[in-house]
């Protein structure tokens, strides 16, 4: 039987914890309000890190996310952090699967069960959003963009780029950066 003590301090934790979350989604809102005016890229940036931060610790979605069959509310909350905080580097099945705890093959099940996609899929499509927001925010060459968010070379990212967007990394950069002041 767990003493109400204990109790208390595992209810504590979990308080601490929320509100450190709600720090960092508060920090990245006032940033995003400082930087509206004069970098849109930066601020939509961090809006949408703001977003995802929300929408993994909404209390709400304990009881959406946790589907019969696929991943625990903390198990999605953990993966969506490891990979966030690893696009640039090789990201593996079987890492995803240790940070869980979880096998590889139920790993992928349940994953796909909770997120819709497999876990490659959901992965580039992160390494993707990664690289747009840093087109926006620099003028940093392709190939560099491509090698910061874990993509092989500037190729291998037009090649994903064109085929989740519909179109190249180049002509989409264009389309949505804002034009010089005058």
């Not at 930087?35 to 929408?55: E, I, P, Y």
């Not at 959003?129 to 874990?150: F, N, T, V, Y």
């Amino acid at each position: 039987m767990i003493s109400s003590q204990h109790a208390i301090r595992a209810g504590g934790h979990e308080d601490s914890r929320r509100r450190g979350e709600a720090g960092a989604i508060h920090r990245l809102l006032r940033d995003a309000l400082d930087l509206l005016d004069s970098d849109r890229g930066a601020a939509a940036v961090n809006l949408a890190r703001a977003t995802q931060l929300m929408d993994a610790v909404r209390p709400g979605n304990a009881d959406r996310n946790a589907i019969p069959g696929g991943l625990a509310r903390w198990q999605i909350v953990s993966t969506v952090r490891y990979v966030e905080a690893n696009l640039e580097r090789q990201i593996l099945h079987k890492h995803l699967a240790a940070q869980v705890r979880l096998s590889c093959g139920y790993f992928g099940r349940a994953f796909k069960q909770s997120f819709g996609k497999s876990p490659h899929s959901y992965v580039m499509e992160r390494r993707i959003e990664r690289a747009k927001a840093l087109m926006l925010e620099s003028q940093a060459p392709l190939c560099d963009i491509a090698l910061a968010c874990g993509l092989a070379d500037q190729a291998h990212f037009s090649r994903v780029f064109r085929r989740l967007t519909g179109s190249t990394p180049l002509a989409w950069r264009r389309q949505h950066q804002q034009a010089p002041a005058q």
